[in-house]
């Protein structure tokens, strides 16, 4: 699928900046430079900056600059702003090549100004010229970032699932205490050389999340760079969307029976509402010596054929089979620590993407996983697809859940904010009663 990406704020500037990073890592390319950011300060990135300078643009300058106005705390501001800096945000539009592009994704951090108030002002704008769907990544706070954070949050959010044509949530509060390096196994060690994800916060000092499943591993060379939890979060969920939005997108794609389609994740994300990701991924037994040296190089030269000898698709170290490794990594995903947590029962629709090498695309795994999912869940609609990659040396697979409905984290923030509105509808009586005596 090909989506033109824009982050809007810190949170999706470095979203997207990561997308690019992985993008680049593991031989995908949907965006096809089809990149923007949009932020009212200059965005620091987790990884090096891939969006050229020509496709950044900075709003409210003369706010900040003038007075100090704090835009990215204040919503209605950013979004006034936004508004009136239309013009600009328009011609910036033009660097996107919409001919060529299935849809639209727009990243930002939902519980502040510039993302939850210009990020809301961005997709209208883009309603107004773009026929494709619009796509939305919104990033929840932790509960650690405070009650107005949550209102704007709860406000934001709201807004989002009613403009986007989909919300895909990530929630920090779930994320932030995630043990890196125990809670699962990446396919990080495979031949993409795969990162792991995801930031709310529009400065450093908020949680980033990485939905790590059961089978996930932090062992890539870039993670050892990625040195704070908040940046291994944004790279977890650049991953993820990669994964997903992706499929089908690999230079010199090896043809498959099943592959992923675009018509199928666009029918996926069709039923609106919010939407959550799960993962896991399993490595493949590496055949040694001669073999494991021409995978190697054959793996730094996208012209060099791999031999077919170079690979050995027999059972795994546990004796596993190919159907039932993808039956099995099929069940962790769902029930891996989604990027929204949720009860997946209360999703319209599923779609499960497997990644790895063709021959060890199992059709009768891939059937079996499917059929449990919708046994499991409960979810009439389950589609599915492949995606055929000869040198990963992994299995992995990624669940999309449209329009969950049963989200506690949800409730929670929303309470939050309710209560915070009351608390300030108290002040002001107090104060107006003080004021009056």
């Known amino acids: 699928m090909k989506l033109a990406v824009i982050g809007v704020g810190h949170a999706g500037s470095r979203i997207t900046n990561q997308i690019l990073e992985f993008e680049q890592s593991t031989g995908r390319n949907f965006c096809h430079g089809n990149t923007l950011l949009i932020n009212s300060t200059q965005p620091e990135f987790d990884a090096p ?31 006034e702003i936004a508004r009136e800096e239309k013009n600009d945000i328009i011609r910036t539009f033009d660097l996107i090549e919409f001919h060529q592009i299935d849809g639209v994704l727009v990243l930002a951090g939902l519980g502040r100004g510039t993302g939850g108030g210009a990020g809301a002002v961005v997709i209208d704008q883009l309603k107004e010229i773009c026929d494709e769907p619009i796509y939305a990544v919104g990033v929840l706070p932790s509960e650690s970032e405070g009650e107005e954070v949550a209102l704007t949050a709860a406000r934001t959010l709201q807004s989002y699932v009613a403009k986007a044509d989909n919300v895909i949530a990530f929630d920090n509060d779930a994320w932030e205490d995630a043990d890196f390096a125990t809670v699962g196994r990446l396919d990080d060690a495979t031949a993409d050389d795969e990162q792991s994800g995801a930031d709310e916060d529009e400065d450093a000092s908020t949680a980033d999340g990485e939905n790590t499943s059961p089978a996930e591993d932090t062992r890539d060379d870039h993670t050892d760079s990625v040195g704070s939890g908040f940046e291994r979060m944004n790279v977890a969920l650049a991953k993820r969307l990669v994964t997903l939005f992706a499929a089908g997108e690999f230079k010199n794609a090896t043809d498959s029976e099943n592959r992923m389609d675009p018509s199928d994740i666009m029918r996926t994300l069709d039923t609106g509402g919010i939407s959550s990701i799960g993962y896991a991924s399993s490595d493949l037994k590496q055949a040694g010596g001669v073999r494991s040296w021409v995978r190697s190089v054959s793996s730094r030269f996208s012209w060099m054929p791999e031999p077919e000898w170079a690979y050995e698709t027999t059972d795994d170290e546990d004796g596993a089979t190919d159907a039932a490794k993808i039956n099995r990594l099929v069940r962790q995903a769902a029930q891996s620590k989604l990027t929204l947590p949720c009860e997946i029962s209360s999703a319209d629709r599923a779609l499960i993407v497997l990644t790895g090498p063709a021959r060890t695309l199992s059709r009768k795994g891939f059937e079996g996983g499917r059929y449990w999912l919708e046994q499991e869940a409960d979810i009439v609609e389950v589609m599915a697809g492949d995606e055929p990659n000869e040198r990963s040396s992994s299995l992995s697979t990624v669940i999309l859940f449209s329009n969950v ?20 509808r108290t002040e002001g009586t ?5 004021d009056s005596t």
Do not use: C
Not at 50 to 69: F, K, Q
Not at 405 to 424: C, G
Not at 430 to 434: F, S, V
């Open 49 to 79: 900056e891939h969006v050229p300078e020509e496709r950044r643009l900075t709003i409210g300058d003369v706010y900040w600059e003038a007075d100090g106005s704090d835009i990215d705390g204040d919503p209605d501001l950013a979004a």
């Open 405 to 424: 409905t049963d989200v506690d984290r949800i409730k929670e923030i929303q309470q939050t904010a309710l209560n915070h509105q009351q608390s300030l």
């Open 430 to 434: 107090e104060l107006g009663t003080a």
